[in-house]
Antibody, heavy 125, light 107 residues
């Protein structure tokens, strides 16, 4: 059974930084592209970033480009999201999500077949 | 590519059929997925490639369409089906795009 468990959320001031983690189990972590998707309170889903299984490819939403960095450690089955220069607009539940595609060199097909429970990031002074 | 969904809210009685619509601003071929989200829970993949059910999804859920017009049909609403449903195109993945969602609630 696939399990994804996010951690690292919390309250941070505008301009601050936070690092999220997602511990994965139940599948061969290094094969699948992994994503971060966020959801502001009471709002819809917004894709944030993706990283290929072999770490070579990353892509970001325009709203976070230059401020967020997605990374992964396949030896630890863990996905990360380093978030810098945070603004109140970054307040959201952040989910990690596994892509259904099984090609380590690609960023997947965008079919997100497993999701973690999410971790809440609140940016406020 | 901008995704729109209609209606924003759909009020249905248990046992009734629900039809949700999703429209893309340009063709996304069949690169369209549907997700279900219940309060306090993460999204769950229901349908991908416009009409393929994800493992474990009951056959009361069906997807159809291609190009710019898509439909999610729930043939007979059960109590556990009341939720928000999002469509997502992955034609230009990444980034793809989610629709704003349709909330299915009790009539």
């Amino acid at each position: 059974e696939v399990q994804l468990l996010e951690s690292g959320g919390g309250l941070v001031q505008p301009g601050g930084s936070l690092r999220l983690s997602c511990a994965a189990s139940g599948f061969t972590f290094g094969i699948n592209a992994m994503n971060w998707v966020r959801q502001a309170p009471g709002k819809g889903l917004e894709w944030v970033a993706v990283i290929s299984g072999n770490l070579e490819k990353t892509h970001y939403a325009d709203s976070v480009k230059g401020r967020f960095t997605i990374s992964r450690d396949n030896s630890k089955n863990t996905l990360y999201l380093q978030m810098n220069s945070l603004t109140v607009e970054d307040t959201a539940v952040y989910y990690c999500a596994k892509d259904r595609g099984r090609y380590s060199e690609s960023t997947g097909r965008g079919i997100l077949d497993s999701w973690g429970q999410g971790t809440l990031v609140t940016v406020s002074s | 590519i901008v995704m729109t969904q209609s209606p924003a809210t759909l009020s249905v009685s248990p046992g009734e059929r629900a039809t949700l619509s999703c429209r893309a601003s340009q063709s996304v071929a069949n690169f369209l997925a549907w997700y279900q989200q219940k309060p306090g829970q993460p999204p769950r993949l229901l349908i991908y490639d416009a009409s393929t059910r994800a493992p474990g999804v009951p056959d009361t859920f069906s997807g159809s369409g291609s190009g710019t017009e898509f439909t999610l049909t729930i043939s007979s609403l059960q109590s556990e089906d009341f939720a928000v449903y999002y469509c997502q195109q992955s034609y230009d993945w990444p980034p793809g795009a989610f629709g704003p969602g349709t909330k299915v609630d009790f009539k």
